[in-house]
């Protein structure tokens, strides 16, 4: 199997949009990491998105992207699996590449979420949980979250407010990059005077949606020794419902992702500098780190009261805001994910730079815990 | 690069589906191909589908399938690229395979379309065009086809009844097979009394919509010498809307996949034994057969006029029926023609057997030629 790198990155910054179409952001994004990359050909497309077919009445996002990025011919496809929908489409982009056929390729994830009414939005994103077993009971996205973090307060005697940490980590770093949605620190204060938006989870334990697109340029690693390798690559899966889980409190599938990816990369939790994990609520960033083996079962709350998610902590996370303060264009986020910690390890992260970054872990979830993508990158 | 074969195929029969769900149909078909291989752990998962997110409420369907076929844990994702989804997802388990990291994938299309009001179905399918530029108009699909084959007509000479040949051979086809949704032959006057759909397109140029799900379990060649092999796979795209193409009655994509398909089997036109093209509109049937060195520029609707796509013609086409009598479950539409080219090559195509085929050729169309999606199927 060809070792992959990374030799473009493209952002656009996370916003509402008005000015932009689904496709000029994803054409923004993708045409900044050919230009970083240096390279005006690629070999094959990979387009991440979630809601297009429903907030934008636009499908076929492959041949959308190709077609007004000028790289007419080109092979390209869209790839969905709710919000883990951009680590999926890196992951084949990767066995793309790995494959030997192909030399460039550009993965690129795009949402535009903002324009329609928000219950539309809200009932496009439940499409993300089983229609049949779950939505059919009336719970939303982020009813089926709070339950989660319901249980884990009551296993472990956890209060709202010890989650407070994830939300202040975030805003703070998110504040230090300039693709951010949110731009401003936040205190404790303004965490508890959050409004509840499905008891247990705040305001400010919730993500924002938005418009954004991101983008990464891949190519064999053997042509780009410079360039910040992918060291490790895996996506598992859990029960769709999550009522069908044996344990409630497990992202099994994180679990089984991280483990093939330490395993791929020969390293182990102790070894990773940052890690850019899914916190579209709180209590997912909590059970991320539980799975990934920076925590002990209910012990992510206590690390992250304890400081250690800061920038100067044990396990950085969200350095550049987060789901939580960067925002969370769904099917981008994975690739805004993978873009920060890529400008991490090339030192190129500004103000929200983790000195001396070798090691990075990002983790993107669809559903909750159904879908997950873990990548592991290094700097050469 | 590991080459693949084809060891599984499953099917479900094209009908209204209406004590089937979604993702019974899916596992259906996944089972059969699993248990047609005698494989009971699969590597990956690839889902291709549609309009499950309008017409079912569903998304996620990679793991959906994963979860309810009872491979827990297992990566997966769905691929969509309109009605070129089920391709589209085949050459990405070609691709998982060829990496290495893969030995058994499983590839498999569904879709449900039954359910809904005929002008929400009508609704999801126009999402294949472009939202901006064409569907914008107010042109539906069908109409774009529509357009097509008018100038068609115009640039060469024909009347709308000299495109029977295509339907009355596909019906004649579908009468053979046992999963066709319509399996009855039709005559030159019920062509004729067709009504018009959108004018050139009678009822009998369009193909029906059906619930359907199809699937194939692939592995490396090495590991199965007897079974069918993918000996030249390849996707590319041309401009989404149908008015941005230099030349209107020209598949591009479709020449330049099947170029590439045909270097990497190392053969020509003129060793195809079989070709199950996507005739979605009996336009694109005679588009396809120019676009793949079957006949000349304006010459498909004579080639199909002389006899030569008939069962025992030069180029036999829709040889189980094709989409216009196994019907279009339109994001499984692909995986069916594969498995049908593979039952062919195996000699266990029933009666509708093609006498010594030895090489298929299988071609996915999304949109109006925006996506398409090329394999070279041979006997080993």
């Known amino acids: 199997m060809h070792q992959v790198a990374i030799l473009g990155v493209g952002q656009v910054p996370v916003r509402e949009h008005w000015d932009r179409s689904l496709r000029e952001l994803a054409v923004d994004a993708a ?35 190709a077609d007004f990025l000028g790289q007419w011919g080109v092979e390209a496809v869209k790839l969905e699996a709710a919000c883990g929908s951009a680590g999926s489409a890196m992951r084949q982009g990767i066995l793309a590449v790995a494959s030997g056929e192909m030399e460039a390729v550009l993965v690129v994830g795009v949402e535009k979420m903002t324009e329609m009414p928000s219950e539309q939005t809200t009932a496009a994103l439940t499409t993300a949980a089983d229609a049949d077993y779950e939505i059919e009971q009336g719970v939303t996205f982020v009813g089926l979250n709070a339950l989660v973090m319901r249980r884990y307060m009551h296993e472990y005697g956890y209060e709202r407010r010890d989650f407070a940490p994830f939300a202040l980590n975030a805003h703070a770093n998110g504040a230090k990059n300039p693709n951010a949605l949110f731009r401003q620190p936040i205190t404790q204060k303004t965490f508890d005077e959050g ?3 499905a008891d247990p989870i705040s305001l400010f334990d919730a993500s924002p949606i938005g418009d954004g697109a991101a983008a990464l340029l891949l190519v064999p ?24 889980r044996e344990d ?4 099994k599938a994180a679990e089984q992702s991280v483990r093939q990816a330490y395993a791929q990369a020969g390293i182990g939790p102790e070894d990773v500098d940052l890690f850019e994990l899914h916190d579209a609520f709180s209590i997912m960033a909590a059970l991320s780190l539980e799975a990934c083996g920076f925590a002990a079962r209910g012990q992510g709350v206590r690390l992250a009261q304890a400081g250690e998610i800061l920038p100067n902590g044990r396990i950085p996370i969200a350095t550049m805001g987060g789901l939580k303060a960067r925002g969370h264009p769904v099917g981008a986020t ?10 991490q390890l090339r030192g190129a992260a500004g103000a929200a730079q983790i000195e001396g970054a070798r090691i990075a ?18 700097r050469p």
């Open 31 to 65: 045409r900044a990491a050919m230009e970083d990359a240096n390279v005006t050909q690629i070999d094959a497309l990979y387009v991440s998105n979630m809601t297009s077919d429903r907030l934008n009445q636009q499908r076929h996002l492959g041949v959308l992207v």
């Open 248 to 251: 409630l409190l497990w992202l």
């Open 334 to 343: 994975g690739l805004y994910q993978l873009a920060e910690a890529t400008l």
């Open 221 to 244: 690693a053997a042509k780009a020794p410079q360039a910040v390798r992918v060291t490790g690559s895996a996506v598992a899966t859990d029960t769709l419902a999550v009522h069908d």
């Open 195 to 197: 409004r509840t938006v």
């Open 361 to 378: 872990l990002a983790q993107n979830i669809g559903g909750s815990g159904a879908t997950i993508a873990t990548h592991v990158l290094q």
